[in-house]
């Protein structure tokens, strides 16, 4: 017998049985279904199983939180049901069937950005170790001199000397550190159009020359576009056809451009492949897909994404720099977590790409940084408060620690959301500290990782309020939850499932008196 063989059993039954199983599948910590119909699945006995720590429904699958010994009961479970598991692509697709419109597209852009992630993480982290040697001055080091002259700010303030500025070792670290972060960031049109290739099922060596096409060295660098005077670009930076010319812009570290350009690419290669016989198709297949792309890119779909990203940027920039920045810090902190439920936080991963871009640093990162340590906080009180409960602490106590790293649907799903206040009290907690970042204008150098270790991505001028920003991030939910539950506010779901056992309880004692 497996070891989760009676705990699958019930499993398959409380889910619908055989028959209301379109496809299976499973990830780190989660069996994912995708059912026929979910009204069908009985949660909250699903809930009262043993091995699942919690349930919940996203991007069209129906997942059953497990832990690490997810692998050994997904085995269990596909021995007992009978049921071939399947891939996660394979599983992804037959989900669509239960999703909307607006939820297909936010699914798509996870699917884009999650594969791109990693080189981004480690780029911001690459980029604020430069700032720390190349840009933190220390006043121990002495008054900077350039050409035998002192060097004051505009504010008449000294400049003092940087590490870059005193050691030739960690110059030349900070000199070799700008390849990396040149080939992540300026590059990073690359990475997205392969991406896009990679999640259509188009040829991905396409995507990868139509991404190059985009940050060629043959192009005017995307940074040096406003400095540049127009005369010079129509001048030098022009394909000129005799009757028309075309300016030869490059869309180095643009998102928006870059998503557009792969997209077309992957749908005219997906048209031309139905159209033009397997016998040619090696031949005209990528020929009439890639250069009718390049052209695109260059002329119509380029410049409109360029535009969109800058509105996008300009648009969020307003809200996080404007009169009523507060307030935006405090919508956008206390909703995050909400995004994250319905899967629009993906979004964000476009924008963030996009401020660093155009404004040189995200000050969204932060806030979601910090949204992410506060449903952490919120769950880690509930644990607090049922430490002695063995279930309730083998869900809490390990959804805690993910969050605090970044990952929070564990925490979201298999408690905050269950029992409502903490969830409310995380809300609270992460608005007041988006309120704080956006007040003290706290900046990221890109993406990083998420909850505490986000400290690493910030702009070292902001690392010291950004540390006072997580206490308060940390110890406001976690009160918040702890009150809320000793007043009794936002609990009654928790409370329903208390009193039930009660009730039957008081039936059965009643009974035993007759």
């Not at 010994?69 to 479970?77: A, K, L, T």
């Amino acid at each position: 017998m497996g070891k989760f063989e009676k705990e699958a059993k019930v499993l398959l039954d409380a889910i619908g049985g055989k028959e209301n199983v379109s496809a299976v599948t499973h990830c780190a910590t989660r069996m994912r279904f995708v059912l026929i119909d979910e009204k069908k699945a009985d949660v909250k006995a699903i809930e009262e199983i043993g091995a699942v720590k919690g349930t919940f429904t996203n991007a069209g699958q129906f997942q059953v939180i497990i832990g690490n010994d997810v692998p050994i009961f997904y085995n269990d479970f596909t021995a007992v049901s009978g049921i071939e598991g399947v891939s996660k692509e394979a599983a992804k697709a037959a989900a669509k069937i239960n999703q909307n419109a607006v939820q297909r597209v936010m699914t798509m852009l996870a699917e884009i950005f999650t594969p791109i992630i990693p080189a981004i993480i480690v780029g911001g982290l690459i980029l604020g170790f430069r700032n720390i040697l190349e840009g933190v001055q220390i006043q121990a080091f002495g008054q900077k001199v350039v050409d035998g002259v002192l060097q004051f700010t505009k504010d008449g303030e000294p400049i003092y000397k940087t590490i870059v500025d005193v050691s030739k070792f960690w110059a030349g670290v900070n000199h070799f550190l700008w390849l990396p972060g040149e080939a992540i960031f300026q590059f990073l049109p690359v990475g997205i159009v392969w991406s896009v290739s990679r999640k259509m099922g188009t040829s991905q060596i396409l995507g990868i020359v139509l991404g190059i096409c985009l940050v060629s060295p043959q192009l005017l660098n995307a940074y040096l576009v406003a400095g540049t005077p127009q005369s010079e670009i129509a001048k030098n930076w022009v394909w000129d056809f005799g009757f028309f010319t075309v300016q030869r812009i490059g869309y180095q570290a643009q998102v928006i451009p870059a998503l557009l350009a792969g997209l077309s690419l992957s749908y005219l290669e997906i048209f031309w492949r139905k159209r033009i016989p397997e016998v040619v198709s090696m031949i005209f297949v990528p020929f009439l897909s890639l250069l009718p792309a390049i052209i695109l890119a260059h002329t119509v779909l380029g410049p409109i994404g360029w535009t969109l990203g800058q509105w996008l940027s300009t648009i969020v920039l307003a809200g996080l720099t404007g009169p009523v920045k507060w307030l935006f810090g405090a919508v956008f902190g206390a909703l995050y977590a909400p995004f994250v439920i319905t899967g629009l936080h993906h979004m964000t991963n476009a924008i963030d790409s996009q401020l660093v871009a155009d404004a040189g640093g995200t000050g969204l990162w932060p806030m979601i940084a910090l949204s992410n340590i506060a449903q952490g906080s919120a769950v880690f009180a509930y644990y607090w408060m049922n430490r002695h409960n063995e279930k309730e602490a083998q869900i809490a106590l390990p959804a805690t620690i993910s969050a605090y790293l970044g990952v929070t649907e564990p925490a979201l799903f298999g408690v905050n959301v269950k029992y409502i206040y903490p969830f409310v009290a995380g809300m609270m907690g992460s608005s007041i500290a988006g309120l704080l970042s956006v007040s003290f204008n706290v900046k990221a150098n890109a993406i990083g990782v998420g909850g505490l270790p986000g400290i690493l991505s910030i702009q070292p001028k902001y690392m010291l309020a950004f540390a006072a920003i997580m206490l308060v991030a940390i110890a406001v939910p976690f009160v918040l939850t702890m009150l809320f539950r000793r007043l009794g506010l936002f609990t009654k779901v928790e409370d329903e499932a208390v009193k039930a056992p009660q009730a039957e309880d008081l039936t059965e004692a009643k009974n035993l008196r007759l």
